[in-house]
């Protein structure tokens, strides 16, 4: 890669022996003093000399940076490795590269080198470890060199190496299970959705609640455990999942990697990423209704995640969108929502769904009060299966509400 020039010349040491060189110069002349004279012209020409040499040491080396790997999760080492190629080196050449603080290191203290010699060869190699904390598409660069001749008397800076992508993924957590189809029982619009296609019927149990049909109790369980249990059939989802995504600004609270929103992103990309591995066809949208990716494939879930990777929040405040997909499971991960918002989501799929509420007022208890309890009954008189997540738990630990049906407890302020 070419290098280009940005600032040259002579530094303050360099102009100052410059001058002085200049000034013998004329006082010898005045005073007729050749010796003096020539002390004073090879006092200003070893200036201009060190700019000669500066400069042909900045034509001579050329740069690559190399990232290993250029895709990465959060908290993941990613291996920079600068290549350096060229003439040998008359002074010294010091290189400085940049990375954001997200990416690494600190935005005011990039990692810096300095190089006196390259080998019998013509190379160096470099290298210094990033860990990013934050997902995004960072740019790790440019790579600015300063060349400076061996007395320090002249100096060219420039630019040596153009900035690079590094790609850093949402977190994925490892999950279990899939949630109850919903209208499972027999008899209902859901119950013949979930027997389309072929599948052997997993039997999962949780504890009785009211309303629950009787001939779904397991009474071996029951006998087990001591108190009625009911059978939770899971079944391939085979019209497949939309999985939306609220990416709100103003319905997320918290700052950087510990901020609601990247929270739900988390568990978004963990989700796709669990119902990939089991085969099952998954639609991730935004809030308004946005499809960020195509449904199913390996290469979908490459381009489920770095989607998720450069996902900006959004500067909407309400819910409302198009329809989501018909014939498909619902899962909706949520900010905030005020209980008037319930209303927007509900029609968008008016067969209901299941949603996790990320209860905001744990992530930032200074921002005021918790509306996930009114907004939790809302969501369920609507026929929404919910599970609430708090500042404290897990992707995994959310999963397995919906999973098990359990009703969460709320640990913001009312």
Do not use: K
């Not at 470099?126 to 007395?151: A, C, K, S, W």
Request: charged share 20%; glycine share 12%; net charge neutral.
């Amino acid at each position: 890669m070419a290098s280009r020039s940005r600032l040259s010349g002579l530094t303050t040491r360099g102009r100052c022996l410059l001058a002085g060189g200049g000034a013998t110069a004329v006082c010898a002349v005045i005073l007729d003093e050749r010796d003096l004279l020539r002390v004073g012209v090879f006092v200003a020409l070893l200036p201009l000399l060190a700019l000669l040499l500066a400069s042909r040491s900045r034509r001579n080396v050329r740069v690559e940076r190399v990232l290993d790997p250029p895709r990465v999760p959060v908290g993941a080492q990613v291996d920079v490795e600068l290549q350096l190629a060229g003439g040998p080196l008359l002074g010294a050449l010091r290189l400085a590269d940049g990375a954001p603080d997200a990416a690494g290191p600190q935005a005011d203290a990039p990692p810096r080198f300095t190089v006196h010699r390259l080998s019998s060869r013509g190379t160096a190699t470099l290298t210094y470890p990033l860990q990013p904390v934050l997902r995004g598409v960072h740019r790790v660069g440019p790579l600015t060199g300063t060349v400076t001749d061996p007395l320090g008397l002249a100096e060219f800076d420039q630019e040596l190496a153009e900035p690079q992508r590094l790609v850093v993924l949402p977190r994925v957590v490892p999950l279990r299970g899939v949630p109850p189809a919903l209208g499972a029982g027999e008899g209902t619009a859901g119950a013949a959705l979930s027997h389309q296609g072929q599948g052997a019927t997993d039997v999962l149990i949780r504890a009785y609640r009211q309303g629950d049909e009787l001939r779904r109790v397991h009474w071996r369980s029951s006998a087990r455990h001591g108190e009625l249990m009911v059978r939770l059939e899971e079944r391939p989802w085979r019209g497949g999942m939309t999985l939306l995504l609220d990416r709100r600004d103003a319905a997320h609270r918290g700052r950087g990697a510990d901020s609601s929103l990247e929270f739900a992103v988390s568990l978004a990309a963990s989700v796709c990423m669990h119902l990939f591995a089991r085969g099952e066809p998954v639609t991730l949208v935004t809030e308004d209704g946005i499809e960020l990716t195509p449904p199913g494939s390996a290469f979908g879930r490459e381009q489920v995640l770095d989607a998720l990777a450069g996902l900006r929040p959004s500067a909407r405040t309400d819910l409302g969108g198009p329809e989501l997909t018909s014939g498909t499971e619902v899962l909706a991960v949520l900010g905030a929502i005020a209980p008037g918002q319930v209303e927007a989501l509900c029609s968008r799929h008016p067969a209901g769904g299941h949603a996790v509420l990320c209860d905001t007022a744990t992530w930032d208890p200074a921002g005021g009060r918790s509306s996930a309890v009114e907004s939790t009954s809302a969501l369920r008189r609507a026929g929404w299966h919910v599970a609430v997540a708090t500042a404290a738990m897990t992707p995994a630990h959310v999963w397995d509400q919906l999973v098990a049906g359990a009703a969460p407890a709320f640990s913001g302020r009312r």
